[in-house]
């Protein structure tokens, strides 16, 4: 029903840009509210940016302060975290989840997203 796979990481120098893309091949991708989430090494799940159906509702972690830009393409079922001004602190495996025709309000625990992607590494050097 659902199977994402993320694309786009690398490693970038702090302030640099890098812009994750999140490829689904199922049916239901424009009724999912979908997410990002991040994992540094040795630490828990973060959540990162959320993302309505239509794309017209977003919610982000505080932490991301306007420098990430989360968006979606439904007729093509990819979702994107466009991320500037890159700090090291930044530096992840990077992760997108489908809320599995989730409603409203959008969700920031883990556990409310039912399918995810492999993730993407994220390095930002010093």
């Known amino acids: 029903q659902v199977q994402l796979v993320e694309s786009g990481g690398g490693v970038v120098q702090a302030g640099g840009s890098l812009r994750l893309s999140c490829a689904d091949s199922g049916r239901t991708f424009s009724r999912n509210p979908m997410g990002w989430f991040r994992q540094a090494a040795g630490r828990e799940y973060e959540f990162v940016a959320a993302?309505?159906?239509?794309?017209?509702?977003?919610y982000y972690a505080y932490f991301v302060n306007r420098r990430f830009t989360i968006s979606r393409d439904n007729g093509n079922n990819t979702l994107y975290l466009q991320m500037n001004s890159l700090k090291p602190e930044d530096t992840a495996v990077y992760y997108c989840?489908?809320?599995?025709?989730?409603?409203?309000?959008?969700?920031?625990?883990?556990?409310?997203?039912?399918?995810w992607g492999q993730g993407t590494q994220v390095t930002v050097s010093s």
């Open positions: 993302i309505n159906r239509s794309g017209g509702t977003t």
């Open positions: 989840a489908a809320d599995f025709l989730g409603e409203a309000p959008l969700k920031w625990q883990k556990g409310e997203y039912e399918f």
